[in-house]
């Protein structure tokens, strides 16, 4: 890979991996999820997040030309080779914690996706327009959701506001460019963060405002994952994810 | 928790019917909740082109002691029935 491809591997990656370990997180709700509806609904938003990251690794894959599709991309890389926001590996804690996760990543994602729908490579424009009917309705049901929480009763605000205090440091990563971004910008193949952040704000001003609740102040913001640097939460998922293909490398559906 | 949330019943027109078919009930607190509920559990394998959802408390139905009295007059009256037409070859749906 020249140095361009490299950077356009390493965008799919960022894109791919952020919607599989969130899909791999939202799955682990099944068989748990309060109520059946909610389980359904938490199933089909990971399995549209699946199939996305499986349409963005596969790109990945064929991009690098070494012969890894994605599956491989998926099962065989370590923690360190991951390249998913902080934000997808946080752990599920109680509903509400899903919920804010949730959102907060909606937020991001469709204006994201919006903005890819307009990129200058075709492969990611088709991909990017397919993922958007989706996540249309993910961000709706989320939106909902906080609102529904956060002006509900006395014990629901107070659990989704401190979901919101604790994933608040985990948001600025995802809506800050680094040299990749910058780079892939510059040649119209990635998307505008800068432009993705203002939509992102403006949706959780407005969501946060109607569901009564308060935006932290400021504050100091995680990074890393972007660029491969994980919390200890991403291994143990990698663990239960990719234990079957390692310990059964023929095995087929 | 779902026994504090009504109930809602679902009515889905697929893409080759004609009208909206039941196919079920579902839990939610609100009429935005119970469109996406009942999207969720009824129509994740393209079965739908459009939903309506109902509150199970607004559905005024038939009491089963009245099913003789509803519905027993018409069955001895075999001119209620239209058997007793040729139907012509050219018609294709009755």
Redesign the interface.
Known sequence: MNKLEQQQFEYLLRLGDSDLILGQRLSAWLGHA????EE??TG?VALDLVGQARSWLGLAGEIEGAGRDADRLAYFRDAFDYRNVLLAERPNGDYAYTIMRQFLYDAYHYPLLERLSASADERIREVAAKSLKEVQ?HV??SS?WVI?MGDGTRESHDRIQAALDDLWMYTGEMLTPDEVDQALLETGVAADLERVAGAWHERVREVTAEATLVIPDESWMQQGGKQGRHTEHLGYILAEMQFLPRAYPDARW | MSKDWPLWEVFIRSKHGLSHKHVGSIHATDAEMAMNNARDVYTRRNEGASIWVVPSAQIVSSAPGDKEMLFDPSNDKVYRHPTFYEVPSDVENM
């Open positions: 309060p109520v059946l509806e359904m609904a089909n309705y709706r049901r909902e529904r």
